[in-house]
C-alpha cells in the first residue's frame, strides 16, 4: 500500500527566503506526483504536476522535482512571500487515475512578513 | 482543466440526520472521486463515484453510511447518513481524465456535527 510521507510538518520563516519542502513515497511505481496548496478551511489548489517520466516542472517562483527511483519529491519555493503561508500537501497518482490519490499529511508553512 | 462547485460550503448538523452533498463539473469527466479530511488530518480517499453503476469503496467506508450517486458524466452526490459528531470533517470532490491527468477539488464542503 502506498504510503506519502512529507517533512517538515511545520515551517515558519522570515520572508524572501528560499524554502524547500520533501515529500517521499514508499512504492515507485507511481503515475503521477502532484502538488497542492491548501488555504485554511478550503479546498485545494493545484500547483504543479509532475509524470512519472519527468524530473521537474516549474511554474513562476515554484520549482519541484521528482527521483520516481528514490521515491523523492521535493517543492522549491523562491523568495517566499507571506501570501505563500498555507499548508503544502504532496499526493501520488498510482492507479493511473483510477483509483484516486494518496496524500502525505502536508506542510504548514508559515511566512513572516 | 475543469472548474468544481460543491454544495454546501457549510452545514452544521444534528446527530442522527443525514446531510447530501452536491458536486458539479463544468465538463464531462471520466473519473470523480469522493475524499474526507478530518480535523487536523490529510485527504482520505472515500470512494470513487461510477457513472452508471455503484460507487468502489475504500476500506473503512461502507454505502450504508456514506450512499453516492453519479447520475451523469458531470454531476455526483455523497451522503453521510447517520451523523454523529466524528464525521465532523471537510468533505471534497475531485475529478480527473477526460483529456488530463491532473487532479482538481471543489472547495469542499465543511460538516459539523452536533
Known amino acids: 500500500k502506498q504510503e506519502v510521507t512529507q517533512i517538515p510538518a511545520a515551517l515558519s520563516v522570515p520572508e524572501g527566503e528560499n524554502l524547500v519542502l520533501n515529500c517521499s513515497f514508499t512504492?515507485?511505481?507511481?503515475?503521477?506526483l502532484q502538488w497542492f496548496r491548501q488555504d485554511p478551511g478550503k479546498g485545494l489548489t493545484s500547483l504543479l504536476l509532475?509524470?512519472?517520466?519527468?524530473r521537474e516542472q516549474t511554474s513562476g517562483r515554484l520549482n519541484a522535482s521528482l527521483d520516481k527511483s528514490s521515491g523523492r519529491s521535493t517543492l522549491y519555493i523562491a523568495a517566499s512571500q507571506p501570501g505563500d503561508s498555507a499548508t503544502y500537501l504532496c499526493?501520488?497518482?498510482?492507479?493511473?487515475?483510477?483509483?484516486?490519490?494518496?496524500f502525505g499529511k502536508g506542510t504548514h508553512l508559515i511566512i513572516q512578513p | 482543466s475543469a472548474v468544481i462547485s460543491q454544495k454546501p460550503s457549510r452545514d452544521i448538523c444534528q446527530r442522527g440526520t443525514s446531510l447530501t452533498i452536491q458536486c458539479q463539473v463544468d465538463?464531462?469527466?471520466?473519473?470523480m472521486f469522493w475524499y474526507r479530511q478530518q480535523p487536523g488530518q490529510s485527504l482520505t480517499l472515500i470512494a470513487t463515484?461510477?457513472?452508471?453503476?455503484?460507487?468502489?469503496?475504500e476500506s473503512g467506508f461502507v454505502i450504508d453510511k456514506f450512499p453516492i450517486s453519479r447520475p451523469n458524466l458531470t454531476f455526483s452526490t455523497l451522503t453521510v447518513s447517520n451523523m454523529s459528531p466524528e464525521d465532523s470533517s471537510i468533505y471534497l470532490c475531485?475529478?480527473?481524465?477526460?483529456?488530463?491527468?491532473?487532479?482538481?477539488f471543489g472547495q469542499g464542503t465543511r460538516l459539523t456535527v452536533v
Open positions: 475531485s475529478v480527473e481524465g477526460t483529456g488530463f491527468t491532473e487532479a482538481f
Open positions: 509532475i509524470q512519472s517520466s519527468q
Open positions: 463515484a461510477n457513472q452508471g453503476s455503484e460507487a468502489t469503496y
Open positions: 465538463s464531462q469527466v471520466t473519473m
Open positions: 499526493a501520488v497518482d498510482s492507479g493511473g487515475g483510477a483509483d484516486g490519490l494518496t
Open positions: 512504492d515507485s511505481a507511481i503515475y503521477n
